[in-house]
């Protein structure tokens, strides 16, 4: 990490995290992808690392830290296990970044403690089964009745909006009309357990096995009004940074899963004999390598530019766009990549690769598909 012009405290952070995940992390990550279990054990120390409040002010109980110094744990961690470095992206980007940035004083006072230290957590819901990043398309409507917002609606795809921590989650929802006829869009606060709040069963998905993920619906929930999150008709807006600021730190997700691949087919072609030879002295398993090494260290350079933009309080939307672009598309690459240096056993769930095949393609999609990530480019160049 030194040849990227880290100071040492961020150098310290990594190392430590690192380590973290080497020796707490990845001895779990097998057992907790095989039942599809979030380890809330590993969650808890996350939060006494500090982890959860790492770019969130000491007065709320956060490190006081920076952007970079998030998305290099979330690195860390998604090299050995991509469900709990998702946990801690979301935690953070979702569920209190949204609080922080738009929330009352009351708000931040009653939700962060918690959240940054790892106690709660907090989900998003923006996502519906005809709507995501077409706002217009919302189709969950919150409609005032005296002193309550009356909530009524589903979505789908929420990450850590069922576990046995998880306080609250924010959704969008159609709140009025604009007057020139489009919908205004608001974000609400939705408590755990409010009457008429229902997390679904959790999905059977491909990958993230250990990211907790739930469809919700709403069918007469009610929420004081004071549960509006920022200013009203400015919900979708608000999201959009926010989502802006999460790409990031996909991206160095995407960048610490790409580096797990290397790491472990490095590894595996050292000792793998074939034909009496080590299987890394054939050329062709050193030039894929070689690729490998190069899509880790230009995902990594995209998002440590773009975090540091975002950080000198600088236009960072494009980078952003870039980084996650570029890093998800190593994450996959490389996850291929390394599957087919390890062979059949590339193929077994036993090995770390395997579930970086599974759990990578989720990278090009989640926070924006690569679709949506070119096309914040291609306006950035006044062609879209």
């Given at each position: 990490m030194t040849?990227?012009?880290?100071?040492?405290?961020?150098?310290?952070?990594?190392?430590?995290?690192?380590?973290?995940?080497?020796?707490?992390?990845?001895?779990?990550?097998?057992?907790?992808?095989?039942?599809?279990?979030?380890?809330?054990?590993?969650?808890?120390?996350?939060?006494?690392?500090?982890?959860?409040g790492l770019p969130f002010a000491e007065q709320y109980g956060g490190q006081g830290g920076d952007y970079l110094a998030l998305c290099l744990a979330i690195e860390a961690l998604g090299r050995v296990d991509q469900s709990i470095a998702i946990?801690?992206?979301?935690?953070?980007?979702?569920?209190?970044?949204?609080?922080?940035?738009?929330?009352?004083?009351e708000q931040k006072q009653e939700f962060l403690p918690s959240l940054l230290s790892g106690k709660t957590l907090g989900g998003f819901g923006l996502t519906e089964p005809e709507a995501g990043s077409d706002a217009g398309a919302t189709r969950t409507t919150a409609v005032l009745d005296g002193d309550e917002w009356v909530i009524n609606g589903s979505?789908?795809?929420i990450t850590n909006s069922g576990t046995a921590i998880t306080r609250f989650v924010t959704i969008t929802a159609v709140t009025g009309q604009r007057e020139g006829g489009g919908k205004e869009i608001s974000t609400i606060i939705v408590p755990s357990g409010t009457p008429g709040f229902t997390v679904e069963p959790a999905y059977d998905k491909v990958g993230w096995h250990a990211s907790d993920?739930?469809?919700?619906?709403?069918?007469?929930?009610?929420?004081?009004?004071?549960?509006?999150?920022?200013e009203r008709g400015r919900g979708f807006a608000a999201f959009l940074h926010i989502l802006d600021e999460g790409r990031i730190a996909i991206a160095a997700l995407s960048t610490g899963a790409a580096e797990g691949c290397l790491e472990a087919a490095v590894d595996y072609a050292k000792k793998r004999t074939v034909f009496g030879e080590p299987l890394s002295s054939r050329q062709g398993i050193q030039f894929l390598l070689a690729r490998m090494q190069a899509r880790v260290h230009t995902a990594r350079l995209a998002w440590l530019q773009a975090a540091r933009l975002r950080d000198a309080g600088l236009p960072f939307k494009?980078?952003?766009?870039?980084?996650?672009?570029?890093?998800?598309?190593?994450?996959?690459?490389?996850?291929?990549?390394?599957?087919?240096?390890?062979?059949?056993?590339?193929?077994?769930?036993?090995?770390?690769v395997a579930r970086h095949f599974r759990d990578s393609k989720i990278l090009e999609i989640g926070e924006g598909t690569s679709e949506v990530q070119l096309l914040v480019i291609a306006r950035s160049l006044g062609v879209a």
């Open positions: 040849t990227y012009g880290l100071s040492e405290e961020h150098v310290e952070l990594a190392n430590m995290v690192r380590e973290f995940a080497d020796e707490v992390v990845a001895p779990v990550a097998y057992e907790a992808d095989r039942t599809k279990t979030l380890p809330l054990d590993v969650v808890a120390q996350m939060g006494d690392l500090g982890l959860f946990t801690l992206e979301a935690g953070v980007s979702l569920g209190a970044m949204p609080i922080y940035r738009f929330g009352t004083e979505k789908q795809f993920t739930h469809p919700l619906t709403f069918a007469d929930a009610r929420v004081p009004v004071s549960n509006l999150l920022g494009t980078e952003a766009a870039i980084a996650k672009l570029a890093a998800s598309d190593a994450a996959m690459d490389n996850a291929r990549d390394a599957t087919q240096v390890f062979g059949g056993n590339g193929f077994m769930n036993e090995y770390p």
